[in-house]
DNA sequence: TTGTGGCGATAAATCGTTTCAATCGAGTTG
DNA sequence: CAACTCGATTGAAACGATTTATCGCCACAA
């Protein structure tokens, strides 16, 4: 209603072409300063935008990318999704943020809309695990990274943590530290993370020798603080409660633990926890958590750059399966205090 | 390179034109049974996906709408969007999540962006005091809903929780619980929200007839764990520790309850902490956080449907400001325990 | 038989940009 | 002075959908 001013009203106004003015907006160098002076000055004088959509009506692919996550309200994703955009925002491209709840159904729907706005790709934490939304936009050929999973398709990249490793790391320490009657607490085996992370947990015992029953499983819905929350009651309601808990993530642990705290269950003198993701409230914590560490951010920022390159040049592209090693940071919440008399604030003082 | 499938080819398969084809997709009603299954056939045979942008390009604007957020770590920011997807989703619109990180510049630049996108409207948390963007946007004729920012602009929606009212009551219960001696950390003062919810503790203090002094300012630079990390070390440090703390959000209280249980002050019998949003990891925090919760999800909610409903009827749409008000949670850390004695547990139980 | 309507389908114009072959003008060279 | 080069600019053809006027057809009424 306004003014929607277009390239040709440039034109008119500079007294040049439409394809001069678009040239001027395009490379620049071809054409000679004089012109190209005046064509500016004619687009700042109408106030003109240019179209996207025209434009990749033309070019037949958008500046956006699609960024499909199981959670937006999970620090960890949002930490990714940071190093997303920092990434998309450097390449001059959009990025359209989706989110699925880990339901196969909404990433469907979102797939969909993804697909009809011909984003440049799509960067997808998959919910639906027989990948079948992510095929079918392969073969329309659009560009697809997944994320914080492992390859399962050999013509897409894929960004992944070590979450096997990771999950060895975690129990191995509990075992360091003495424990012999492990709880983990997991989300949907439906979802990879939650499977690998489990797989290590086991790895770590048949390594160090142990008994396959010194590890527990206990599934919970989903990986939220209010699945932590009921996973804390039923730990709580058990008449043998384990010495350690190891959560899938950071979300549970911190649902767990504050079970334990408000029930005046010492951690982690009465019970070790363990979580994982190290997003920032993890240290923030009341009792600050141990946590297996993901680059979160690097990951969002190494999966964007990829589908970026990819679809820059298509051809000579050769799909990379980048998987990052984790890193357990120990903090209170699994520290064993051997030595109760030793001065508390010392120790708190040395906080970095 | 794969198969781009476009209407044309679905038309001739079908043995139709294009015309009807897009009537198909459009208006199937006033298509003939017959020939309407058979172009379905086909575009269910071809897998042809509708092009965004070619349709946009003839309407004029987009599927999508864009929401400008000041930190998307934030869990206040990503509950909105959270609301605001569902509502997005309802209406068959895509969100594109911008985060500028309080930073103007970068508010600038997604703007821009967003305006060549030719999104359908901008839902914004200004980081801009000066509104500049945001204006240039509406006089390009794009629908605008300020979020969590109170009617600065006449020719705009706006969606805001009464952040002054919030305020108040917070100091409101502090002075009740017996505190005279109050410091608010609060983030930029460059903020809108900021500035209100100062306001408000002020007004608190004026109403219930004590002295301004009775309530100092402590700045950080942004709402951000990390800057009531750095607060709490500041309070820490004083000679004359405050009773009570009221942080401007819940990260910056969250950072400040963090330092005070590691330095073993006790929370809330020596010092006590109200926040602002209520975001989960309030509840969920050790020491479970009283704070003033925002409907956080209800605003993106409203605010989304604001501007899908401003862009479908321009002419006959009256400028709205929504404000919601606030609400007081009133938790363990800044409940005075009056009665030391009292069963903890059943406390604790009663926790819905 | 002619006229009138209504329904379904069509063809063509259109949206704003990019791209590419063609053109133009001014030098440069033989 | 003609032939050529080269850089700058132009004009028109795409891109894929929507939309509008139009057309063909059939039924029914006059």
């Known amino acids: 209603m306004k003014t929607p001013v277009s390239i040709r009203e440039v034109a008119t106004l500079a007294k040049v072409s439409v394809g001069t003015v678009s040239n001027v907006l395009n490379r620049p160098d071809v054409v000679a300063p004089a012109t190209r002076e005046r064509v500016q000055a004619a687009i700042a004088e109408l106030g003109f935008v240019r179209n996207e959509s025209a434009r990749q009506l033309r070019s037949g692919t958008a500046r956006a990318i699609g960024l499909v996550v199981l959670d937006v309200a999970n620090p960890f994703f949002t930490d990714m999704a940071r190093g997303v955009e920092e990434a998309a925002t450097e390449a001059g491209h959009a990025v359209i943020l989706c989110n699925t709840d880990e339901s196969a159904a909404k990433e469907a729907r979102h797939l969909e809309l993804l697909a009809e706005q ?114 804390g009651e039923q730990l709580l309601a058990r008449a043998n409660r384990p010495s350690a808990v190891f959560c899938g993530n950071d979300l549970l642990a911190l649902g767990v633990l504050q079970v334990m705290v408000r029930a005046g269950v010492r951690v982690p003198d009465d019970m070790a926890i363990v979580g994982y993701d190290d997003i920032d409230f993890a240290a923030a914590a009341a009792v600050p958590l141990t946590s297996v560490r993901q680059p979160r951010q690097q990951i969002g920022r190494t999966a964007a750059r990829l589908v970026i390159a990819e679809t820059q040049a298509p051809e000579e592209h050769e799909h990379q399966h980048i998987v990052f090693t984790p890193e357990l940071v120990i903090r209170e919440s699994s520290r064993r205090t051997h030595k109760p008399r030793r001065a508390r604030k010392v120790g708190s003082r040395t906080t970095a």
């Open 118 to 231: 011909r984003v440049h790709g799509v960067l997808i934490t998959p919910a639906d695990a027989s990948l079948d939304g992510v095929r079918k936009l392969r073969e329309r050929g659009v560009s697809v990274v997944l994320l914080d999973h492992h390859a399962a398709l050999p013509d897409s990249c894929s960004v992944a943590v070590d979450d096997r490793t990771g999950g060895e790391l975690a129990v191995n320490h509990l075992l360091a530290e003495g424990h012999d009657e492990i709880v983990m607490v997991n989300g949907a085996s439906r979802l990879e993370q939650a499977r690998q992370r489990y797989a290590g947990a086991q790895d770590a015992l048949r390594k160090a020798g142990r008994a396959p029953d010194v590890l527990q499983l206990l599934e919970v819905p989903a990986f939220t603080v209010a699945g932590g929350l009921r996973a």
